[in-house]
């Protein structure tokens, strides 16, 4: 395995039922790449998403992070390994409404086991690189819709993972702060050698990527010669 892969599909199905969903999808990111898959609601993009995460188990085929197969893992060993290696972003951010930002922010350190003050330090530097540094003490609903999505940018990427997972996390916001949130998302994914798998229906989101892929009844295709 080449040194910078860190995730990988081969093969991969996926059935809802008797209904294929994924249809032997092949994809491989390296350390601070960033892969967009775009495709039709109902493509079979997000089901790969959450194969690729270990959140559905795949039919037939094999998800690797790090030369490790997720398919051997245990339960539990895939709950540490989405809490510890692996970030989420959504597209509608699903903050905590009960916690303020930057306890929002500091949550994947805190369920890691890390001292409360220490985490809140370092989701305080995140959000502060976010443009939040005067928002922490806020709830969610206290802020807008762009800020919140910020929010969920700096609890995916806290806690430094080796892969982020982002569903449609720019697909509520106005164009003028998707752009400004995108940016500063895969900014500091690349600036962390965090690679960011990014679902998406919009092509000028997606031509930020530095790969792309297309999602059609399930079956995954390379876009060639794409790139920002």
């Known amino acids: 395995m080449n040194t910078s892969e860190v995730l990988s599909a081969q093969g991969v199905d996926l059935f809802y039922g008797e209904t294929p969903a994924v249809r032997n999808a092949q994809i491989t990111l390296r350390r601070g790449e960033v892969a967009a898959i775009t495709g039709q609601s109902g493509s079979g993009k997000s089901s790969l998403l959450y194969c690729l995460a270990g959140v559905l188990p795949v039919a037939r085929g094999e998800v690797r992070f790090e030369g490790r197969a997720l398919g051997v893992l245990d339960d539990d060993e895939l709950s540490a390994l989405r809490r510890e290696r692996f970030g989420f972003v959504f597209q509608y951010g699903e903050l905590l409404p009960e916690l303020t930002v930057e306890e929002n922010a500091a949550l994947p350190l805190r369920l890691a086991g890390q001292r409360k003050a220490e ?23 206290q802020v807008s819709g762009g800020q919140n999505q910020r929010v969920a940018v700096a609890r995916a990427l806290v806690h430094q993972p080796a892969v982020v997972f982002a569903d449609e996390p720019t697909g509520s916001l106005d164009s003028v702060n998707a752009t400004a949130v995108l940016e500063e998302f895969l900014s500091l994914a690349r600036s962390q050698g965090t690679a960011v798998v990014l679902v998406t229906h919009d092509a000028q989101v997606a031509a930020r990527a530095d790969s792309q892929y297309a999602m059609r009844d399930g079956i995954l295709s390379a876009v060639p010669g794409e790139s920002p």
């Open 119 to 141: 985490a809140l330090t370092a989701a305080g530097e995140v959000l502060g690189r976010l443009g939040l540094a005067d928002l922490r003490q806020r709830r969610p609903s």
